[in-house]
């Protein structure tokens, strides 16, 4: 993404998707699915800003939905990430996950409830970049640690 920001001949990157909305059609389940399918609420999230997409604001939701998730949580915190990057009063990372993971451990302390935290990261993260992967490296290393 990265080598392609400021050329505006590279069109974004976008997802996957069918050509024709009817094919997603619920009546049309059966043509494609075993099951009927189930509607869920789901709500999408997203990181981008300056550095990663030229943008002139920030774009924060996956943080924001973090801190309410995890605020929130009553018996325990599952969080899957490669990118699970989080150093309380850092200059140069600069989200509050640690801070907020700290507040909820102490909240469940001080109320002596049983809860859990579940960290989960991938032996290495998943590009071929070795400075880019040392780097994250250290600076998960420096979250858990």
Known sequence: CETYLKNDSYPFLLPKS??????????NWSD???SEPFR???????????WSAGTKSEESSIHNTYIQMIDAAKHFIYIENQ???????????????ANVLFRRIERAHNN??????????????????TNAVRAVLYFIMCSIT
């Open 32 to 34: 494609f699915l075993e």
């Open 112 to 129: 002596a409830e049983k809860f859990r935290i579940y960290v989960v990261l991938p032996l290495l993260p998943g590009f071929d970049n």
């Open 83 to 97: 990118f699970f990057i989080t150093i309380a009063q850092d200059s140069v990372v600069r989200n509050q996950l």
């Open 18 to 27: 069918y050509d024709d909305v009817e094919d997603l059609a619920v009546e």
């Open 40 to 50: 869920v609420n789901a709500q999408c999230v997203r990181s981008i800003g300056p």
